[in-house]
């Protein structure tokens, strides 16, 4: 079996050179993150053209995605060579300050003094160091490190987000958008999202025209708010440093699960990410626990995998995307499929107050997976315009294959965070039952299905009244 959890991987220093990124697409990345929380728009941009650019060469879709910083607290860079903040220790945390050391903490919030309080619990980084104000003056506050660790660049400072007097997305952010917008990015996550209203504030075209929408569930407002957010946004991403922090690790396991469920049931990819391969920073392997973790995020549903400072800096990028492609692929072969579709037959989302269009297609995607897997198809062929056909099928998490055959190309790149999906090129859009038999020819020479294959074809039939996945076919490859 073909692996059929995505990877995300995010570009940077280590990572973004053409030769590098040709061995990540063969190792196995489908979606390339571009971080903007570091470094400058004019670098991000140059990533941005070369993922293109090599996605191009190499004749595979790779969707990018960029990550804006959002209301994110920072601290001063510590320079290139980590700072030790020992436990035990007092630090003075100064607004404004550009730089930071051992004992004084500059941070880039101009209203941190008036949004801590004295007995604050603050976090640096995804929480390896951990600070408790003691006392706020005019100019600075001043902490004890409760528990120390080794930093270095600009971490982050987790303050309570109920606090924080900024929201998402912040100004910065719409003016990175805008950029990335204008040279057609396929997907934007929002950091610390805390309701529907966040997303709303983008202003950017519905997906496909505009990207793709990925909220950042890291606040416990985004938790509070789920339902909302999950209607509201085109993907999630599970930001397991900010919301494990924010309510606490013995929470987040729990948490995962039921924002991956409640995702999956509404027809929504999700990605988990933070620390899944955190030790393969440096190290040529990942712990026996971070293979468990990502395995269990497998079984529990997920649709994608992220890596971040692991191919980002790392020191080995394109062994950890190998790695994590043949961890995903074994855990792909041990999932319940049988057990998960019943879950999802039960949880699935109430189509009620939704479009006529919207409900039509989510009984025939129901009823394609419940005739695919009944007769044993070898694959489900899936024409598409606009993605949302694909999505709504890979909830069920079907045993076969997912063809994804769409004439939009932004579409396709898309889809490669959908789980299952293997996004091909329609030359038009197919209304007649000899153009899909034209693509199901296409799917057999690409070899993706077999001659005497039975498939099922899932697609729309061109009413113009009603713009619907309203034809099911199960035929034989010729």
């Known amino acids: 079996m073909a692996r059929r959890t995505k990877i995300v991987t995010t570009i940077g220093p280590a990572s973004d050179s053409p030769a590098v ?26 990533r941005y053209r070369a993922v293109r650019a090599v996605s191009e060469e190499v004749g595979r879709p790779v969707g990018i995605m960029v990550d804006l910083p959002g209301p994110k607290v920072r601290l001063a860079s510590f320079g290139t060579d980590p700072v030790l903040l020992a436990t035990g220790s ?24 008036g949004d801590v309080h004295p007995g604050d619990l603050l976090a640096v980084g995804d929480g390896s160091v951990s600070l408790q104000v003691e006392s706020v003056s005019a100019t600075s506050a001043t902490a004890l490190i409760s528990h120390g660790g080794m930093t270095q660049g600009r971490p982050g400072l987790h303050v309570p987000s109920d606090r924080l007097r900024i929201t998402s997305p912040t100004d910065e952010d719409l003016r990175f958008l805008d950029a990335f917008v204008d040279h057609g990015v396929d997907m934007v996550a929002v950091s610390f999202v805390r309701s529907a209203h966040d997303l709303r504030r983008l202003g950017t075209e519905p997906h496909p025209r505009g990207p793709l929408v990925i909220a950042k569930i890291e ?9 909302g957010i999950i209607e509201a946004a085109g993907a999630i991403m599970i930001a397991r440093g900010d919301l494990g922090t924010e309510l606490g690790i013995d929470e987040l396991p729990h948490l995962q699960k039921r924002i991956t469920r409640d995702c999956i049931s509404g027809g929504k990819p999700v990605i988990t990410a933070t620390q899944m391969f955190e030790s393969m920073i440096t190290s040529p392997a990942p712990t026996r626990a971070e293979v468990s973790d990502v395995a269990n995020a ?8 992220m890596l971040s400072a692991e191919t980002a800096v790392g020191a080995d990028p394109v062994n950890t995307v190998a790695t994590m492609a043949r961890v995903a692929e074994r855990a792909d072969q041990e999932f319940d499929y049988e057990g998960w ?4 037959r039960h949880l699935r989302r109430s189509a009620v107050g939704e479009s006529i ?36 099928t890979a909830r069920f998490r079907p045993a076969m294959p997912i063809i994804a055959f769409s004439p939009d190309d932004r579409t396709m790149r898309q889809l490669t965070l959908s789980w299952g999906a293997v996004p091909l090129h329609a030359a038009g859009r197919v209304h007649s ?33 009603m713009k619907a996945t309203d034809v099911l076919r199960l035929t034989r490859v010729p």
Request: hydrophobic residues 45%; glycine residues 8%; contains cysteine.
């Open 433 to 465: 039952l000899e153009l899909m038999d034209d693509l199901i020819i296409a799917a057999r020479d690409s070899g993706h299905v077999q001659p005497g294959d039975l498939v099922a074809v899932l697609a729309g039939a061109g009413n113009r009244t």
């Open 219 to 227: 606040t416990r407002a985004a938790v509070e708010n789920l339902e």
């Open 298 to 305: 497998i079984f529990d549903g997920t649709s994608a995998v």
């Open 357 to 392: 269009e919207a409900r039509v297609t989510d009984a025939m995607t129901a009823a394609t997976w419940r005739a695919a897997t009944e007769i044993g198809v070898a694959a489900i062929i899936c024409i598409t315009d606009s993605g949302f056909t694909v999505r709504s």
């Open 341 to 344: 579709a019943r879950r999802i």
């Open 90 to 113: 007092t630090v003075e945390l100064v607004p404004g300050r550009p730089s930071s050391d051992s004992s004084t903490l500059g941070v880039d919030y101009e209203d941190l003094l």
């Open 21 to 46: 990124l040709r061995r990540l697409m063969a190792a196995g990345m489908d979606v390339a993150r571009i971080g903007l929380a570091h470094g400058t728009l004019d670098e991000a941009l140059v």
